[in-house]
């Protein structure tokens, strides 16, 4: 956990004050949200394997709503966008996991009611496990949860007109600049400069997402140096050297493509090694906060019994008795579904046998979904949400419940000889990685949600009940969502039926890793050398952190910001250190200038004004460009690139992004103009 003094936040809306929260046209308006946030992420992590936060559009779209009834207030608008944000991020695990099903012939549709099962399950123990890591990771910890702190900015801006406009100039801009990448597509949205170098590939990649660099300036340039450690491992060093090592891939076509499929293959995996190890470590160092935080709980829900002492409105969680409660009375239904999953994979055996493997696979499931909570807790605060390795934790989960499998099925199969038990046990395991994701990627929305929450002064087990709202809305509405997507177009290269146009189908990047990583782990041909180099790497990192610890340091390097930046792209890393870099500059002018105290606080706060805009602009158009994407099953619909253009986007797109870091840094270091 980060050791720095954590700065006491002074909730917008005081905890005196008491204004209508759940509300019905905020619960009807935010259930809306929340199937319509599910259905258009759904599609886009299908499409081309990203998703894109919505707490930002939907509380922009809830604060257009509730603005034509009287008297809406700012804690019913975070309400809609906190229940929202569930159905966003519940589309997002699934997107990930259960088409990988299809693709390995594990299933030929998607059941509803295991899908149900499966989804509930896992994201309401996303929301119970991540009830105390509130205390523990967002009062008591230096956490900047930048998508939560941008929320809330958006929020707030909704009644001031001073901020509205810090956002709204940022924020259009960061809009027009996303549509003319991804609309428009005059602007490309990275650059690559790459080459073979003896019997190598050196290069380098840069992506140009405002809202990364909006990220990177929230979370500062420690964290966004720390990713970038990651990056440099995985980039500069690991694929140049894997590739004089063992020779480049044939099937690549240029320097490039070269790189990316040695880093997809085999570097990413290396990360998954930090992560598994790196995760160990956090829930190591979160065990004492947590202690605390639970304990905390516990003494106020006594005093406000015994003693009669009220807990102040923003510090009142779901009842931490409550919450034990919850989560033990879902270990019955997730053995159910597992029981019933294992009892129907085609694997042969006896009755107790099954009863037995499913109470063990429910309590490692149960295991590995408090570890991934914790992790993407944690990495929201860190990076924030959009940029949360939800893929990694899953995959982190998988490797883990494979080996279970492996030792536990070892006397029962015999995995080399028997194809259609290695297929079962992988289907077994990725349904399982869904569980863990849903947990995981709700543990750490729930977070961001409530970091908002307590800056606009929202009561915390309000937000935390719309939370389950929203999960459960997501449950009953996604398998229907997934049957449709993949009856109009197939996942992958399987296609529900004859005669339809591959080229049309929806790629799953992420499922088609998940389904090859199951595969790999049954049929015996995983590489499991690079899992075992990250957890070496893990440690000599932890090692490197304790030392700048013992020294004094300013400097940290937190695991499992190292190991994020080894397992995403350079199009992530790069704009998020543009960001980081740029914090760190605006605040070395501000501390030499010799404007009075209370002026740099407001030019502080103009900075991140315009890094919610950023982060809110590009949001938006993704969720507005993700719904003609699916009614033209075309991704390029708006592309009016001309052709003297299309080898010069990139340099186009450089040229764009350092103009508004130029911009940034001026709004950020000099007086407003009267």
Sequence with gaps: MEKKAVQKVEPYIPAATRLPEITVRAFILGVFLAILMAGSNAYLVLKVGISVTACIPAAVISMAVLKL???????????????????????????????????????????????????????????????????????????????????????????????????????????????????????ADSINIWGRFGSTVVGVSAGFSLALVGAGYVVGMEVAFSTFVGAILAWFIGVPLYGALFGLPLDASDAYSAAVEIWNSKIRIIGVGMMVFGGLWMLVELMDPLRRAIISSLKAIKKAKVDGESILRTEVDIPITYVAFGTALLILPLYLVLNNIISTSGIHLTSPMIAMISLIVTGIAFLISTLGSSISSYMCGLIGSSNNPISGIILMGILIVSLCLLLIFSTQVNFSTDADAALSAAGITILIGAVIGCASSVGGDNLQDLKSGQIVGSTPWKQQIMLI?????????????????????????????????????LSAPKAALMAAISEAIFTRTMDWTMVILGAVLAVFVIIVDRALVKSESKWRLPILAVAVGVYMPLDVTVPLLFGGVLAGFTQKALAKSRFPAAEKAEIERRGILFASGLIAGEALVGILLAIPFVAYQSTTIFSIVPEALKDSTDVLGLLVTLGVLYWFYQVGTKRRKT
């Design 69 to 187: 009834f009287r008297n809406s207030n700012i804690l019913e608008n975070n309400i809609v966008q906190t229940t929202a944000s569930a159905g966003e991020v519940v589309a997002c695990a699934l997107a990930f996991t259960i088409p990988a099903l299809v693709m390995i012939g594990y299933w030929n549709y998607f059941p509803y009611f295991t899908m149900v099962g499966l989804t509930a399950v896992g994201g309401l123990l996303g929301v119970f496990l991540s009830v105390p890591l509130r205390r523990a990771m967002i009062v008591e910890s230096a956490l900047k949860f930048p998508e939560g702190i941008a929320t809330a900015e958006v929020l707030k801006a909704g009644g001031e007109s001073a901020a509205a406009k810090g956002i709204l100039f940022s924020g259009v801009a960061a809009a027009a600049i996303k549509f003319c990448q991804s609309g428009f597509q005059i602007l």
């Design 469 to 505: 709202v929203g999960v459960l809305v997501s449950a009953l509405i996604l398998a229907p969502i997934f049957n449709l997507l993949f009856e109009a177009y197939g996942f992958g290269d399987v296609l529900p039926r004859e005669g339809m146009d591959p080229a049309q189908a």
